[in-house]
């Protein structure tokens, strides 16, 4: 056993006091802003208002992400330097608080540019963005690793975040049409819809600051700083266990980033009323407020592996019915919309909680460097993210959909709009499926569990 190991038990045992658990999770409110609201309107915005073929809006989309690949292990390798040498990682978070300001750029397009300029401006200040999430994600993510903190009380913390995550993707997903001008939205409704949303992003991520380091002082922390660099990051990239989740996690990260940027194509094309997006959004993320304690008390039961294997596959057969189209008639495929809703809720609780079981078994053999770790982790959600709206621009590619700008309604042919349909449905199946046969190589829950 290392140093970090040589503890009373009592100190992976500590139960975290509910105010700081709620300052924490308060973070979760502004990041989900940017997790939601440009993989929600952005390829929409580009295709549909900024005149933009969606082969490049998706492509504007996909590039910024290869750059995260290689920046968020950075940024995770410096939150671990800024651990060592300071006792917290504050520096790095303060820097992310700057995210806002890439948001309202990002919407804030010049009047005259449409087409490539236009997707060039928003390539732009989506890796700015990118990096400021980063610098903001990777280290509020490592907290729960750095707490002395036992397995089921890992999933509790991360349980916390989630449903305030849960209400920051609902009211910025539900508000952010809105503010846009629905279906009569313009370049001035989502500059406005950029600037209202950046404000509330900041407020909430500088109380998620000072909720960290109340959480911090409510429970032992870590201090072993282990090595760092390249070598902390071939570990990571060694560490069997945390390969499986990784894969797992981007086949489902892409998913449901593809599911969100369909939203606007398969309310306005499919269902013939745009004005019904919100209402998919609402049944996609309000079952996670009323459904996370569920899996809370499902993970405790049975584990977490267990847990997020029948979210998969929830999730996979919701999309199959959506991929049936407006002849299974608006109700049920709202309640499809709703099932994918509660397999969502497990999704982002359940590996985000495995993530620090994973960590903690490899500092007790002797490897360290929760901040590379979690950097590797932002890395792959921020390529789903990308791959997920790239992956449905490509299948409207395919099909011949034909861009606009706005106020503009061409007639899209057939192949368009069963690219529409498909792939909004049968394609995140596909995906989930892969997703959850990579999550079935994953062995370290049972012992994670045992040992909590």
């Known amino acids: 056993m290392t140093g970090l190991d040589r503890r009373p038990a009592a100190a992976t045992d500590a139960t975290l006091p509910r105010g700081p658990l709620a300052g924490f999770a308060a973070g979760s409110l502004g990041m989900g802003v940017w997790v939601t609201v440009p993989g929600l309107l952005l390829l929409y915005f580009l295709t549909d208002v900024l005149a933009v073929g969606p082969w490049l809006a998706g492509l504007a989309l996909l590039l910024p992400k290869i750059a995260d690949v290689l920046l968020h292990p950075w940024v995770g390798h410096r939150a671990d330097v800024e651990q060592t040498r300071r006792g917290d990682r504050r520096r790095l978070l303060l820097l992310g608080c700057a995210l806002p300001v890439a948001f309202a750029a990002l919407f804030a397009v010049p009047g005259g540019l449409t087409g490539a300029p236009a997707a060039a401006w928003v390539a732009v200040f989506f890796i700015a963005g990118n990096l400021l999430f980063a610098a903001y994600q990777v280290p509020y993510l490592s907290t729960p690793a750095d707490l002395r903190i036992g397995y089921h009380e890992r999933t509790r913390l991360m349980a916390f975040r989630m449903v305030v995550l849960t209400l920051g993707i609902l009211v910025s997903g539900l508000l952010a049409p809105l503010l846009t001008g629905g279906d009569a ?268």
């Open 185 to 452: 939205a313009t370049r001035d409704g989502y500059q406005r819809m950029g600037v209202v949303l950046a404000v509330g992003m900041l407020a909430a991520m500088l109380v998620g600051v000072a909720g960290i380091a109340r959480l911090r002082g409510s429970a032992p922390v870590s201090t072993a700083s282990g090595h760092g660099g390249w070598r902390a990051l071939r570990t990571a990239l060694r560490d069997r266990q945390f390969r499986w989740l990784v894969a797992a996690y981007l086949a489902m990260s892409t998913t449901t980033h593809l599911v969100l940027a369909g939203v606007p194509y398969y309310a306005e094309y499919e269902l013939r009323a745009p004005g019904l997006t919100t209402v998919l959004v609402a049944a996609f993320v309000a079952p996670a407020l009323l459904v996370t304690p569920a899996w809370l008390v499902v993970a405790r039961h049975v584990g977490k592996q267990r847990a997020l294997l029948g979210a998969q596959g929830a999730f996979a057969i919701g999309s199959l019915v959506l991929a049936v189209g407006r002849p299974a008639g608006l109700p049920v495929l709202v309640a499809a919309v709703a099932v994918l809703g509660v397999a969502f809720a497990g999704m982002q609780l359940l590996p985000f909680s495995m993530l620090p079981d994973v960590i903690r078994a490899a500092s007790n053999a002797g490897s360290t460097g929760a901040g590379t770790y979690t950097g590797v982790w932002t890395a792959t959600e921020a390529t789903g993210a990308a791959l997920g709206p790239y992956a449905y621009a490509l299948c409207l590619t395919v099909g011949g959909f034909v861009a606009s700008t706005a106020g503009e309604s061409p007639v899209q042919p057939d192949a368009a709009l069963a690219a529409v349909r498909y792939g909004f449905g049968l394609l995140p199946a596909v995906a989930m499926l892969a997703a959850l046969l990579l999550q079935r190589r994953y062995t370290l829950d049972a012992t994670a569990r045992a040992a909590s």
